[in-house]
């Protein structure tokens, strides 16, 4: 039990909710992070974060009650809005929108061709519209019209809207949106709107566009507002149940929830700004390993999070987390802002299989936590990632997950013969293998297109691996994107966690104000309205700043989002704090041309064609916790921390003796060359053959992967 009085411990735990586990970390002023895995209770999401706090009272020699008791802070990252939004579970919803508008969520923009394919490329006709979560039948025309300068055309009919509310809630709906046209000039017919459901239906969901996302788009607008109105009472529940059980447990401290745009929102808010709510788990591994990076000085950084079901990787560049306007999910393209993830289904919970032309394939379904992989004994009899890691030697079956949960090898080699060695005339081990192969050389991929997409050389960035699978495959898939040098964070296994209850608390406003220079001009800056343009980004500012309660701690940050004019795509850029001048907006430009040309090729860019600024956004973050972590214990001498040998097979060597680790039983300075296993509580990290290891002094695993150190 720890030596110190319960009245003196004060804890902040946070807590990210996988498909297969849900992650802890607890930090204490002066202590390293404690860390804690729970395998994911689908059927109450609730049940596993409970179960993951019992096992950190545990730890501390307490019971529950007085463990939560003692916690004054909770921050959350959940795949909650994600799953239903991609399942199509959440409320009847219906969207009020703009006479002779009601086919807008239905066209998209003429996206259809490709909507839903996402990396895919092929032929037209694997194209295919997207399930949409609002009926046709739930689409309602409503008389009224604003011009784009926001004056009135025709007024509102109240009547036609009392009618329709009426008609909507006899027939179930428990959701609405309200998307008009260029409603994010003049909301007054939006607002009126709202007053009319306050009294004919208050007890409904409700979401206005010109507040969710005031920016120009109708379909994305739309998009963003009947998402936000789809997902709210479901986030509500979510978020009113684990409120609930976590209050019974004891806890009374503050519940924060993880914001995709780049930080933590009041539990409070969680319902009313849902839509914020998707990506939110990947959202914060991406935050931490922003902050690590200041730390040891890497200004570009490939994050890669591996878990049961999926493989997610972000970017940080020039030490910001790259940031999309415009996001698809669930085959819906949203005007929010969110920290840029892509996902493939690659983790040690997905499923390999041979195809009808008898190639070996991996994921992307998944089997989950529940039965997950067949080694898991629970039902599952298909071989996954983690099935082949345990065939092949790599993790160890009563050692995984600390030995809280033995594996059987049995099952997995039975499942590996049966769906893949003999349908390929391989023996299981070659089977494995090719497993292992085929996931690994996925992930590299995603490495190089997502950096190269960008205007980037993969190799001129660090990885960070994390995840419970991430360090396990991340020397393969490093070094097979050409990448040397790959981070393992001492929080890898729960990183995710770790950033949701480390990151600040977030609020990003933004609006669009159209700022165009003609075709032609020698000096585009001087034909924009700069002191609009600072008197709109001081609007924002005031919205942010009153969002985040007028906390004297906020600090502010700017974006413009710039193009060529009749150019679709924007790329965003920060401007400096103060009054927003001439000579302000000619540098903007000239780091927009910089910008440009470094994406899409030297020449490319076309100052002559006149650039526009479309939208402006201000963000704000207050920061939360201000805890001072202690050292992790450990030796600087390996051998210290030995566990023993076993043989582990390498795509380059087969099968070979392999020193294996205690990975906590290793301190800062220590070095090892590989082959080599560590052995965390929570996940394993393997060292390639060719490759070498140094613990640095915040105790990341920093791994060469040329193996020329």
């Known amino acids: ?60 020699g307490m019971g529950l009650a007085d463990f939560c008791s003692t916690i004054i802070y909770f921050a959350h990252g959940t795949t909650a809005a994600t799953n239903a939004l991609i399942e199509r579970k959440g409320a009847p919803t219906a969207l009020l929108t703009t006479r002779g508008f009601s086919d807008t969520m239905l066209i998209q923009r003429s996206m259809t061709s490709w909507v839903g394919m996402g990396a895919a490329t092929g032929h037209y006709s694997l194209r295919r519209n997207p399930d949409q979560i609002v009926p046709r039948s739930r689409i309602v025309e409503i008389t009224e019209r604003v011009d784009s300068t926001g004056g009135e055309i025709v007024a509102l009919d109240e009547a036609e809207v009392r009618g329709t509310l009426r008609r909507l809630r006899a027939e179930g709906v428990r959701a609405l949106a309200v998307s008009f046209l260029w409603s994010f000039v003049n909301g007054e017919h939006e607002e009126r709107v709202g007053q009319i459901i306050a009294e004919e239906w208050p007890e409904v969901y409700l979401t206005l566009s010109h507040e969710v996302a005031p920016v120009i788009g109708e379909y994305e607008r739309s998009a963003t507002t009947v998402v936000n109105s789809y997902l709210g009472p479901v986030i509500r529940d979510y978020v009113a149940n684990l409120e609930g059980r976590l209050r019974s447990t004891g806890f009374t401290g503050d519940f924060s929830i993880m914001d995709s745009g780049g930080g933590v929102m009041r539990a409070e808010d969680a319902a009313r700004r849902s839509a914020s709510m998707l990506t939110s788990g990947p959202a914060g591994g ?16 490939i994050t890669s999070d591996m878990g049961g079901t999926s493989f997610d990787v972000g970017l940080i560049i020039n030490g910001e987390p790259l940031v999309e306007r415009v996001s698809e999910v669930g085959d819906l393209h949203l005007a929010l802002p969110r920290i840029k993830v892509t996902a ?72 590996i013969r049966v769906h893949i060695a003999e349908p390929l005339g391989l023996t299981v081990e070659e089977a494995a293998s090719g497993i292992r192969k085929v ?18 050389d993969p190799r001129d960035f660090v990885v960070y691996a994390y995840g419970g699978a991430g360090p396990t495959h991340a020397y393969a898939y490093t070094e097979a994107a050409g990448i040397a040098t790959l ?46 343009i600072t008197a709109t980004f001081d609007a924002l500012a005031e919205r942010c ?40 907006l000619r540098e903007l430009i ?58 582990v097979h390498f795509p380059e060597t087969g099968r070979i003796a392999t020193r294996v680790y205690r990975g906590e039983g290793l301190g800062a300075g220590a070095t090892l060359r590989g082959p080599a296993i560590l052995e965390f509580a929570g996940t394993t990290v393997v060292l390639g053959p060719s490759q070498s290891l140094l613990i640095d002094h915040h105790s990341n695993l920093v791994i060469d992967c040329k193996g020329e150190a």
């Open 590 to 647: 000239q780091e927009f041309r910089a910008a440009y040309e470094r994406i899409y090729g030297a020449g490319t860019a076309l100052l002559g064609a006149g650039v526009e600024i479309h939208t402006l956004r201000v963000e704000g973050r207050v920061k939360i916790t201000d805890v001072r972590e202690g050292r992790y214990p450990g030796s600087t001498d390996p051998d210290a921390a030995l566990i023993g040998e076993r043989k």
């Open 286 to 301: 991406v935050l931490a390993s922003t902050a690590l990076a200041a730390r040891l000085g890497h200004p570009n950084v």
């Open 487 to 532: 981070v393992v964070p001492p929080t890898s296994t729960v990183h995710s966690a770790y950033g949701t209850v480390t990151s600040d608390r977030y609020r990003a406003v933004q609006t669009t104000e159209v700022h165009r220079t003609p075709p032609g001009a020698q000096d585009p800056a001087a034909h924009l309205d700069a002191a609009r």
């Open 545 to 584: 700043r009153a969002d985040l309660d007028d906390d004297p701690r906020v600090r502010l940050s700017r974006v413009a989002y710039l193009k060529f004019r009749r150019q679709s795509h924007e790329l965003p850029l920060p401007v400096p704090d103060g009054p927003v001048t001439t000579d302000v």
């Open 1 to 60: 039990m720890d030596s110190n009085p319960e009245s003196a411990l004060r804890f902040f735990v946070g807590t990210d909710v996988g498909g297969t586990f849900t992650d802890l970390v607890v930090l204490r002023d002066g202590h390293p992070p404690r860390l804690f895995k729970s395998p994911t209770t689908p059927h109450d999401r609730s049940e596993g974060v409970v179960n993951a706090l019992k096992l950190a009272a545990e730890s501390y």
């Open 439 to 456: 996931a690994d050389n996925q992930m590299a991929d995603l490495l190089r297109k997502v950096t190269v997409e960008q205007g980037h």
């Open 344 to 415: 493939i289904g690659a983790g040690g919970g997905s499923l390999a299989a041979v195809d009808e032309s008898g190639v070996l394939v991996v994921g992307p379904e998944s089997a989950g936590s529940v039965p997950g992989p067949a080694c898991y004994g629970r039902g599952g009899d298909r071989p996954t990632v983690t099935d082949a890691d345990v065939v092949l030697g790599i993790i160890d079956p009563a050692r995984f997950l600390g030995g809280r949960m033995p594996l059987d090898r049995s099952l997995a080699e039975k499942a």
